[in-house]
């Protein structure tokens, strides 16, 4: 989906933050030009590997089909899917993603333990765009 957002496949699958060396401040979606708090002086943005589980900060689940530049065939049918917001507590931030396949708003409550595992955001003939997706610890699926 997005060049240097996550890397690896597997139990090496990872979302790709950096670091302020100044503040310690981490962010996801990673920065590259500058610190984004505004109380740091401003440091060398190291690339860091983020905690593969948190915790389910918050969940809904999304009714509609995304806008354009999102690429759908409206002649399918539309599945809802959830949309996770998971605290990850070691980097303190919340990062939000889609649930796996099968995962709905009914399989999930705040608190639990997610892990975040690659995803498939659309294919077809000639390219397959890969995303991350969130899993509850313990689904195999």
């Keep these: 989906m997005v060049s240097g957002w996550f890397a690896g496949d597997g139990n090496d699958f990872r979302l790709l933050g950096t670091?302020?060396?100044?503040?310690?401040?981490?962010?996801?979606?990673?920065e590259d030009a500058?610190?984004?708090?505004?109380?740091?002086?401003?440091?060398?943005l190291v690339e860091v590997a983020l905690s593969?589980?948190?915790r389910v900060w918050s969940y809904t689940d999304s009714r509609y089909r995304?806008?354009?530049?999102?690429?759908?065939d409206p002649e399918?049918?539309?599945e809802p899917?959830?949309?996770?917001?998971?605290?990850?507590?070691?980097?303190?931030?919340?990062?939000?993603?889609?649930?796996?396949p099968g995962v709905t708003v009914a399989d999930l409550t705040v608190g639990m333990e997610v892990e975040v595992v690659p995803g498939v955001l659309h294919e077809d003939a000639e390219?397959?765009?890969t995303t991350w997706h969130w899993r509850p610890t313990g689904v195999t699926a």
């Design 76 to 78: 399918l049918s539309w």
């Design 52 to 54: 593969r589980r948190g």
């Design 81 to 100: 899917r959830a949309l996770i917001a998971v605290e990850l507590a070691a980097e303190r931030i919340v990062v939000l993603g889609q649930s796996v």
């Design 66 to 72: 995304p806008p354009s530049p999102y690429v759908t």
């Design 127 to 129: 390219t397959t765009w």
């Design 34 to 44: 500058h610190c984004r708090n505004p109380g740091c002086p401003g440091g060398e």
């Design 19 to 30: 670091r302020c060396s100044a503040c310690a401040s981490v962010f996801f979606p990673r």
